[in-house]
Every structure is written in C-alpha cells, then in structure tokens.
Nanobody, 122 residues
Framework: VQLVESGGTLVKAGGSLRLSCVAS????????IGWFRQAPGKEREGVSL????????YYADSVKGRFTISSDNAKNTVYLQMNSLQPEGTAVYYC????????????????WGQGTQVTVSS
C-alpha cells in the first residue's frame, strides 16, 4: 500500500500550487481521501476531503473558496488545487485514505503518504 504526494514547493503569497496524491495497493474506490497539513509546532489539521461513492467534497473554513479537491479514479489520483496561498499555509501536506469514509478525524485514516512540503513566502 502506498500513497505518494507530490507538487509541494516554495511559492510566493498569492500564488497557486496543485498537489497530487497517487494511491496504489488498495481498492481506491472503497476509500475516502483526505488532505491534511501540519505546520511546525502545530497539530495536524484537515484541509479537504473527498468521499467515496458520490465524491462529495468538504473543506476546512480556512481554505474554503481557495482550495479545490478532485479525483481521477482511472489514475487512482487525488488532486488539491490551492489558490491564493498565504504564509499561514506553510506546512507539510499529507494525503490519507479512510475506509471508514469522509471524516476529519485523522485516527480513522488507514493509510498515509509521506507528505510534501509547501512553503509560502510573504
């Protein structure tokens, strides 16, 4: 089982990035996928979720209107388009898979990627 994130880099405030999460080793359609982030000295927080089945999407209030999550099931890949990035968005971004379904509780996620660093300069 693998989840591999990519796309993180250094970007200026106001800029955009698209993160990718490629899954392998499990039945992708059976799992909800979540994006989480963890900044230095802070707890891991949920950013966005996409449910299995109907593909409903959910966003943390802090990113609503700026981030978009999407899924390409044929490629077992979930994307996180991040626009209007701000310095407070600097963190390691992780994708995770949950058989339980769409949830903000990281303890209910079965598989995690290694993370990709996003740094937003002011």
């Amino acid at each position: 089982v693998q989840l591999v994130e990519s796309g993180g880099t250094l970007v200026k405030a106001g800029g955009s990035l698209r993160l990718s999460c490629v899954a392998s080793g499990f039945v992708f359609d059976d799992y909800a996928i979540g994006w989480f982030r963890q900044a230095p000295g802070k707890e891991r927080e949920g950013v966005s979720l996409i449910s299995r089945g109907d593909g409903s999407t959910y966003y943390a209030d802090s990113v609503k209107g700026r981030f978009t999550i999407s899924s390409d099931n044929a490629k077992n890949t979930v994307y996180l388009q991040m626009n209007s990035l701000q310095p407070e968005g600097t963190a390691v971004y992780y994708c995770a898979a949950s058989f339980f379904g769409g949830t903000w509780n990281p303890k209910l996620y079965d598989y995690w990627g290694q993370g990709t660093q996003v740094t937003v300069s002011s």
